[in-house]
Each structure stands twice: as C-alpha cells, then as structure tokens.
C-alpha cells in the first residue's frame, strides 16, 4: 500500500512552524498527538519513567473504570450529567466524543500548572489538538509520525483480531490524521521511543 502522504522511510526530526530555540524559554504547553497506533503512549510512558516529575494532564471521562484504574490517576471518572456541566460551564480545554464515550481535558488544572511555571503535556487526538490550537494558540503542537506509512499499517493490523472492515475503517482514520500534519509546529519520527522522549523533554524546556 502506498503512503497518503510523502514520507517513505524515517527522515530526520523537522520543525514545520514555531521554532524552539527563540529567546522565549517559559515553559508552555505542549501537545502530542498523532496518528492511531504511532505509539504516542509508549512515548509518554517512556517520558514520564526518566523523568517523573513532568506533568501529565488527566483527562475527564464518562467511561467507566477499568479494572486497576483510579480515579484521578488515569481519569477523572465523572458521569453524563457531570461532563455536561463540565461542558457548559467552560472548564474543559477540550473535548471529544470516541467509542461512545466523552474525553476532555480539564482547563483549570493546566493553567494552573503552567502559572506556576511548570511545563504541561498533553497527550490526545487530532480534534483535541485542534480544539487546543484554538483556546490557547500560544501552545506549541508536536505531530508524532511513524517511519512510513508500512510500519504503521504494520502497527495498526498487526493484533489481527479485527475484522477487514474494522482494519480498513482504522487504516482510513490514519489516512486523515496523517494528513493533518502540516496544521502542527513540529514534527517528530518516532524511529525511538528513547530519542523521541528526549526531543519531547527538550521541547518542553526540562532540564
């Protein structure tokens, strides 16, 4: 199959907008986001290992807990009736609707993390990065790609427990995601998971 983007094999890390070495060095908020099956969360648990002390947002969900989860620590678990509020009342930094479920990301706990000077990643989809880019412009974005559109197609059916039409729906999903690379301030290729977290940690001005 081949790429809906120009990538073909692993290039080297390119920034596509905001560029990290400006004199600003106040930590700010950075989101990873990126195609389905990229290894975004590989990443970050890679990131969060070496270095525990960067600050992880928890999402808000109206999914229920799975077994060993707690609340607060890999969500905030919160019914319909609770997003709803969390919703109108403008305290989420955004939001998505996937699976049947609702995600968000609640506002005040960044802002108050980076008021206190301290770096803040987000880890989240492309419609959540989009809603970031437009309540906080001043955010930089990173796009974590895969080495070539084989290796994620690779990633994204290699379980083989999904049915053809299940894979091809993923498989297109991916075909957006990747498209939208362009709309992000820096590009990474995750060829390393340790180079990757690396570059992430350098981004996001930890020292």
């Known amino acids: 199959m081949s790429s809906p983007v120009s990538r073909g094999a ?11 070495a400006l004199p600003d060095r106040r930590p700010r908020l950075t989101v990873l986001s990126g195609p389905s099956g990229v290894g975004k969360s590989t990443v970050v648990a890679h990131l969060r290992t070496v270095h525990p002390d960067v600050w992880l947002s928890v999402s808000a969900t109206t999914r229920k807990p799975r077994p060993g989860e ?3 620590v890999q969500y905030y ?43 803040v990643l987000l880890e989240i989809d492309l419609q959540g990065a989009r809603l970031v880019r437009e309540s906080m412009p001043e955010a930089r974005l990173v796009f ?46 995750n060829t390393s998971v340790e180079a990757v977290a690396r570059e992430l940690l350098a981004l996001m001005e930890v020292d």
Not at 10 to 20: C, I, K, T
Not at 147 to 159: A, C, K, Q, Y
């Open 10 to 20: 692993a290039r080297p890390l390119a920034s596509q907008g905001a560029d990290p």
């Open 70 to 72: 707690q609340h607060g």
């Open 77 to 119: 678990f919160v019914d319909d009736d609770e997003f709803d509020k969390l919703v109108a009342n403008g305290e989420l930094l955004e939001w998505a609707e996937f699976a049947g479920n609702r995600y968000g990301t609640p506002r005040a706990a960044v802002l108050d993390k980076l008021g206190a000077g301290e770096p």
């Open 144 to 189: 974590l790609a895969p080495p070539s559109w084989e290796e994620l197609v690779r990633r994204l059916t290699g379980r083989g427990t999904e049915s053809p039409e299940v894979i091809e729906e993923r498989l297109a999903a991916a075909r957006v995601e990747l498209a939208a690379e362009a709309e992000f301030d820096m590009t990474l290729v």
